[in-house]
T-cell receptor, first 108, second 117 residues
Protein backbone atom coordinates (compact mmCIF):
# COMPACT_ATOMS: atom_id res chain seq x y z
CA UNK A 1 0.00 0.00 0.00
CA UNK A 2 1.06 3.55 -0.70
CA UNK A 3 2.51 5.36 2.28
CA UNK A 4 0.94 8.64 1.25
CA UNK A 5 -2.63 9.89 0.87
CA UNK A 6 -3.72 12.68 -1.44
CA UNK A 7 -7.06 14.08 -2.57
CA UNK A 8 -8.22 12.47 -5.79
CA UNK A 9 -8.73 15.74 -7.60
CA UNK A 10 -8.45 19.49 -7.27
CA UNK A 11 -9.30 22.49 -9.40
CA UNK A 12 -7.62 25.82 -9.74
CA UNK A 13 -8.07 28.92 -11.79
CA UNK A 14 -5.32 29.92 -14.12
CA UNK A 15 -2.77 32.38 -12.72
CA UNK A 16 -3.78 31.56 -9.13
CA UNK A 17 -1.70 29.65 -6.56
CA UNK A 18 -2.40 25.97 -5.95
CA UNK A 19 -1.73 24.07 -2.76
CA UNK A 20 -1.63 20.30 -3.17
CA UNK A 21 -1.66 18.45 0.15
CA UNK A 22 -0.15 15.09 1.02
CA UNK A 23 -0.39 13.10 4.24
CA UNK A 24 2.35 10.69 5.20
CA UNK A 25 1.82 9.94 8.86
CA UNK A 26 4.05 6.85 8.85
CA UNK A 27 7.11 8.63 7.45
CA UNK A 28 10.42 7.51 8.90
CA UNK A 29 13.34 9.74 9.77
CA UNK A 30 15.29 8.86 6.63
CA UNK A 31 12.44 9.17 4.12
CA UNK A 32 12.70 11.94 1.59
CA UNK A 33 9.45 13.44 0.28
CA UNK A 34 9.34 13.51 -3.51
CA UNK A 35 6.79 15.09 -5.81
CA UNK A 36 6.30 14.17 -9.43
CA UNK A 37 3.69 15.03 -11.99
CA UNK A 38 2.49 13.04 -14.95
CA UNK A 39 0.87 14.25 -18.12
CA UNK A 40 -1.21 11.81 -20.21
CA UNK A 41 0.88 9.22 -22.02
CA UNK A 42 4.12 10.50 -20.52
CA UNK A 43 6.43 9.33 -17.78
CA UNK A 44 6.39 11.10 -14.42
CA UNK A 45 8.32 14.35 -14.30
CA UNK A 46 10.35 15.24 -11.23
CA UNK A 47 9.06 18.38 -9.52
CA UNK A 48 10.75 18.75 -6.16
CA UNK A 49 11.91 16.88 -3.09
CA UNK A 50 12.79 17.61 0.52
CA UNK A 51 13.66 16.08 3.85
CA UNK A 52 12.85 18.49 6.66
CA UNK A 53 13.14 22.07 5.49
CA UNK A 54 10.93 23.86 3.00
CA UNK A 55 12.33 23.83 -0.51
CA UNK A 56 11.97 26.10 -3.52
CA UNK A 57 12.89 25.58 -7.14
CA UNK A 58 11.88 27.08 -10.45
CA UNK A 59 8.85 24.81 -10.72
CA UNK A 60 7.34 24.87 -7.25
CA UNK A 61 7.77 25.11 -3.51
CA UNK A 62 7.51 22.32 -0.99
CA UNK A 63 6.29 23.06 2.50
CA UNK A 64 6.97 20.30 5.03
CA UNK A 65 5.17 20.17 8.35
CA UNK A 66 7.32 20.34 11.45
CA UNK A 67 6.41 16.77 12.43
CA UNK A 68 6.94 15.69 8.77
CA UNK A 69 3.62 13.88 8.72
CA UNK A 70 2.32 16.03 5.91
CA UNK A 71 3.57 18.24 3.14
CA UNK A 72 2.17 20.67 0.58
CA UNK A 73 3.27 21.28 -2.96
CA UNK A 74 2.76 24.88 -3.94
CA UNK A 75 2.44 26.03 -7.52
CA UNK A 76 2.66 29.79 -7.28
CA UNK A 77 0.78 30.64 -10.47
CA UNK A 78 -1.04 27.78 -12.11
CA UNK A 79 -1.01 27.60 -15.89
CA UNK A 80 -2.90 25.32 -18.23
CA UNK A 81 0.32 23.35 -18.68
CA UNK A 82 0.27 22.47 -14.99
CA UNK A 83 -2.80 20.29 -15.46
CA UNK A 84 -1.56 16.81 -14.58
CA UNK A 85 -1.66 14.07 -11.98
CA UNK A 86 0.60 14.97 -9.07
CA UNK A 87 2.17 12.21 -6.99
CA UNK A 88 3.65 12.55 -3.53
CA UNK A 89 6.08 9.71 -2.78
CA UNK A 90 8.30 8.75 0.12
CA UNK A 91 11.69 7.22 -0.54
CA UNK A 92 13.97 5.60 1.96
CA UNK A 93 13.65 1.97 1.05
CA UNK A 94 14.95 2.86 -2.44
CA UNK A 95 11.77 1.88 -4.24
CA UNK A 96 8.75 4.05 -4.85
CA UNK A 97 5.18 3.07 -4.13
CA UNK A 98 2.79 5.20 -6.12
CA UNK A 99 -0.57 6.13 -4.71
CA UNK A 100 -3.45 7.40 -6.79
CA UNK A 101 -2.16 10.97 -6.86
CA UNK A 102 -4.13 14.20 -7.26
CA UNK A 103 -5.53 15.11 -10.63
CA UNK A 104 -5.18 18.87 -10.98
CA UNK A 105 -7.54 20.65 -13.32
CA UNK A 106 -6.67 24.21 -14.26
CA UNK A 107 -9.52 26.40 -15.43
CA UNK A 108 -8.89 29.11 -17.99
CA UNK B 1 20.46 17.00 -16.69
CA UNK B 2 19.18 13.61 -15.47
CA UNK B 3 17.57 12.53 -18.70
CA UNK B 4 16.23 9.03 -19.24
CA UNK B 5 15.20 7.75 -22.64
CA UNK B 6 13.16 4.76 -23.73
CA UNK B 7 13.01 3.02 -27.04
CA UNK B 8 10.69 2.38 -28.73
CA UNK B 9 8.06 4.90 -27.68
CA UNK B 10 5.32 2.64 -28.96
CA UNK B 11 5.18 -0.85 -30.36
CA UNK B 12 2.47 -3.05 -31.79
CA UNK B 13 3.09 -6.76 -31.99
CA UNK B 14 1.26 -10.00 -32.61
CA UNK B 15 0.30 -12.32 -29.81
CA UNK B 16 3.05 -14.81 -29.03
CA UNK B 17 5.95 -12.64 -30.09
CA UNK B 18 8.59 -11.06 -27.85
CA UNK B 19 9.24 -7.37 -27.48
CA UNK B 20 12.33 -5.65 -26.10
CA UNK B 21 12.21 -2.20 -24.52
CA UNK B 22 15.38 -0.24 -23.83
CA UNK B 23 15.90 2.25 -21.04
CA UNK B 24 18.94 4.50 -21.07
CA UNK B 25 20.25 7.13 -18.68
CA UNK B 26 21.75 9.69 -21.04
CA UNK B 27 23.80 11.97 -18.82
CA UNK B 28 24.36 10.03 -15.62
CA UNK B 29 25.20 6.56 -14.41
CA UNK B 30 22.53 4.45 -12.82
CA UNK B 31 23.42 1.47 -10.71
CA UNK B 32 19.72 0.85 -10.16
CA UNK B 33 16.88 1.13 -12.62
CA UNK B 34 13.22 0.35 -12.12
CA UNK B 35 10.48 -0.91 -14.40
CA UNK B 36 6.86 0.08 -13.93
CA UNK B 37 3.64 -0.79 -15.68
CA UNK B 38 0.63 1.50 -15.92
CA UNK B 39 -2.82 0.49 -17.09
CA UNK B 40 -5.34 3.11 -18.27
CA UNK B 41 -6.72 5.33 -15.51
CA UNK B 42 -4.46 3.65 -12.96
CA UNK B 43 -1.31 4.54 -11.11
CA UNK B 44 2.17 3.18 -11.76
CA UNK B 45 2.89 -0.30 -10.45
CA UNK B 46 6.47 -1.31 -9.79
CA UNK B 47 7.35 -4.51 -11.63
CA UNK B 48 11.00 -4.99 -10.84
CA UNK B 49 14.22 -3.43 -9.66
CA UNK B 50 17.19 -3.83 -11.96
CA UNK B 51 20.74 -3.67 -10.59
CA UNK B 52 23.75 -3.40 -12.86
CA UNK B 53 25.60 -6.66 -13.08
CA UNK B 54 23.17 -8.70 -11.03
CA UNK B 55 19.76 -10.33 -11.27
CA UNK B 56 16.67 -8.21 -11.12
CA UNK B 57 14.36 -8.27 -8.12
CA UNK B 58 10.74 -8.79 -9.08
CA UNK B 59 7.69 -7.62 -7.19
CA UNK B 60 5.17 -10.14 -6.00
CA UNK B 61 2.95 -11.37 -8.80
CA UNK B 62 5.30 -10.42 -11.64
CA UNK B 63 6.51 -13.40 -13.64
CA UNK B 64 10.27 -13.22 -14.01
CA UNK B 65 10.29 -15.67 -16.91
CA UNK B 66 7.83 -13.54 -18.81
CA UNK B 67 9.40 -10.15 -18.12
CA UNK B 68 13.12 -10.58 -18.65
CA UNK B 69 15.29 -7.78 -17.37
CA UNK B 70 18.93 -7.21 -18.20
CA UNK B 71 21.04 -4.38 -16.76
CA UNK B 72 24.29 -4.85 -18.63
CA UNK B 73 25.81 -1.43 -18.08
CA UNK B 74 25.47 1.61 -15.84
CA UNK B 75 23.42 3.38 -18.51
CA UNK B 76 21.27 0.66 -20.04
CA UNK B 77 18.54 -1.67 -18.83
CA UNK B 78 16.28 -3.71 -21.07
CA UNK B 79 12.88 -5.27 -20.48
CA UNK B 80 11.82 -8.11 -22.74
CA UNK B 81 8.19 -9.15 -22.72
CA UNK B 82 8.27 -12.76 -23.87
CA UNK B 83 5.37 -14.46 -25.62
CA UNK B 84 3.29 -11.33 -25.32
CA UNK B 85 -0.48 -11.60 -25.05
CA UNK B 86 -3.20 -8.94 -25.28
CA UNK B 87 -3.36 -8.67 -21.49
CA UNK B 88 0.27 -7.48 -21.55
CA UNK B 89 -0.81 -4.40 -23.45
CA UNK B 90 0.11 -1.50 -21.22
CA UNK B 91 2.28 1.58 -20.75
CA UNK B 92 5.75 0.53 -19.56
CA UNK B 93 7.89 3.13 -17.84
CA UNK B 94 11.43 2.88 -16.58
CA UNK B 95 13.27 5.05 -14.09
CA UNK B 96 16.87 5.40 -13.01
CA UNK B 97 18.40 6.17 -9.64
CA UNK B 98 21.57 8.23 -10.00
CA UNK B 99 24.64 6.36 -8.77
CA UNK B 100 26.01 8.02 -5.69
CA UNK B 101 22.88 10.01 -5.07
CA UNK B 102 21.79 10.28 -1.46
CA UNK B 103 18.18 11.26 -1.88
CA UNK B 104 16.87 8.24 -3.83
CA UNK B 105 15.49 10.54 -6.50
CA UNK B 106 14.36 8.59 -9.53
CA UNK B 107 14.29 10.03 -13.03
CA UNK B 108 11.69 8.58 -15.34
CA UNK B 109 11.69 7.77 -19.00
CA UNK B 110 8.91 8.88 -21.34
CA UNK B 111 7.31 5.44 -21.41
CA UNK B 112 6.65 2.78 -24.04
CA UNK B 113 3.12 1.98 -25.17
CA UNK B 114 2.83 -1.74 -25.93
CA UNK B 115 -0.16 -3.02 -27.84
CA UNK B 116 -0.45 -6.77 -28.37
CA UNK B 117 -2.91 -7.84 -31.04
Amino acid sequence: DAKTTQPNSMESNEEEPVHLPCNHSTISGTDYIHWYRQLPSQGPEYVIHGLTSNVNNRMASLAIAEDRKSSTLILHRATLRDAAVYYCILSGTYKYIFGTGTRLKVLA
Amino acid sequence: GAVVSQHPSRVICKSGTSVKIECRSLDFQATTMFWYRQFPKQSLMLMATSNEGSKATYEQGVEKDKFLINHASLTLSTLTVTSAHPEDSSFYICSADMTGGITDTQYFGPGTRLTVL
